[in-house]
């Protein structure tokens, strides 16, 4: 069912849940037991991100430098499948422009409409490692709008081929990311949002948030997109502090403010135990609000969450 329609026909505010594939080299059971935590919470829809591969050079003993292309967190289509298949819940794949060309899109997007996904989440993607800014593939789109262009055309049945006989129109239902505290590379708030409404001009169904500590900019987010014609439900993002260090490393990494009260509660935690009572705190009072002011889906980050998760559905679903 795609993620629109559960929104549409939604009775109350709605669990979701974005699961980050695990570390080359690892298995899937830790994902498997992290699912079997929430499960009980009936999610509405599970996000599966998507990291682009990287170059890695070795120096042979030779002194030659040979390239490897290795992915650190391989396996997005294939947990996808496997989440699905397990399950039986809505999964939700991230595609980015970085790590596809146009015809790499394309062959990505049969893939997924073979395997029965009916959702995915478009994004520009993070930027590659070592580099300050986000940088196209040759060939591959520079902006989660023009992305979205190729998969709402290819749901109007046009594919890159144009002399195709019989081409069979996809039917995805597509999210994009916003930022409440504007991305990181925008010039103010109102210019992103004007992007953002470019996004949804061009056919996205519904908008997934940034993670955000004080709820004020979700709500200041949402009235701004609104009053310039935005209409799609706007998904609010959630990640419970669950370390102590991660006060100062989230804001480096998602530009995000943490509110002083949440962050002096934090730093008087003698360990990560305390922190995650903090934030586990923090993010109950957090959801309870949104509720209550009909956000129509509370979707939770799981990468370094603990089992914070858990105790937060308990309380809130
Ligand atoms: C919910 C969520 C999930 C994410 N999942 C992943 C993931 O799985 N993998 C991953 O690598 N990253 C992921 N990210 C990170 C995301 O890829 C980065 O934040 C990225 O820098 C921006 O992505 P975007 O889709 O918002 O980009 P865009 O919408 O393309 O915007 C990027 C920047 O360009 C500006 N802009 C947009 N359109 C134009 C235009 N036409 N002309 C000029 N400027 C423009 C915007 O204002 C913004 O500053 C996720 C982020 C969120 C919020």
Redesign the pocket.
Known sequence: MKVIDKIKNRKKTLFSI?IVPPLRGSNIEGIYQRIDHLIEFNPAFI?I????DEAVYTTLKSGAVKKHILSKRPGTVALTASIMNKYKVEVVP?L???GFTHDQVENALIDLNFMGIENI???????GHKQTA?VPEPDGH?????LLEQVVNMNHGKYLDSKLEQPYPSNFCVG????PE?????ANLD??IQ??K??VLAGADYI???MFFDNKYYYNFVDKCRAVGIDVPIIP?LKPIAMVNQVNILPKLFHTHIPEDLAKEINKCADNKAALEVGTQWSIEQAKDLMKNGAPVL?FYTLGAGNSIKKIAKEIF
């Open positions: 974005e996000n991100t998507y990291h682009k991230h980015t422009c970085g989440l478009v994004l520009q993607g993070d930027a986000f520079t902006f989660a709008v023009d994009v990311a916003g930022y504007k991305h990181y590379a925008a210019s992103d992007y953002l470019a996004k997934v948030t940034q993002g979707h």
